[in-house]
């Protein structure tokens, strides 16, 4: 499963929804993704014009954090943040490179006690029963 944890329209609910959906679901693995602006595209329009507002940088850190905490432990992470051809894009990972974000998301996850998994209580008829055939 692929993810983009920083489109325009969702919240830090939806993230945590987006982890208790692959949970359920039995999701083997999953690979993050920050939004990026393609030139040319529609969004890339918008997002010239000002009508398309992203979120910072802080604001997806946090919410990989909780995606991961309300994600079930078993569930493989093969990416934390992508990357994208900075010669082709107008907006990519903050103009930052990947590694410092994925580095300072699993240093804050390390230094606060955080961890994936942490707050998937909701699985096994906590909240979701698996309904059976």
Request: charged share 25%.
């Amino acid at each position: 499963m692929h993810l983009i944890l920083n489109l325009p329209w969702d919240d830090e609910l939806d993230v945590i929804e987006d982890a208790k959906v692959l949970s359920a679901l039995g999701v083997d693995q999953v690979k993050l993704h920050a939004l990026y602006i393609v030139k040319g595209t529609v969004m890339a329009q918008q997002y010239e014009a000002g009508a398309l507002k992203l979120v910072s940088r802080e604001d997806y850190e946090n919410r990989v954090i909780a995606f991961l905490e309300h994600l079930a432990p078993e569930i493989i992470v093969q990416r934390i943040i992508g990357r994208a051809p900075e010669a082709n894009t107008l907006f990519s990972n903050w103009h930052t490179g990947w590694w410092k974000i994925r580095d300072h998301i699993i240093n804050v996850m390390k230094q606060e006690g955080r961890y994936q998994g942490r707050l998937c209580d909701y699985l096994n008829g906590k909240a979701v029963r698996r309904f059976l055939d």
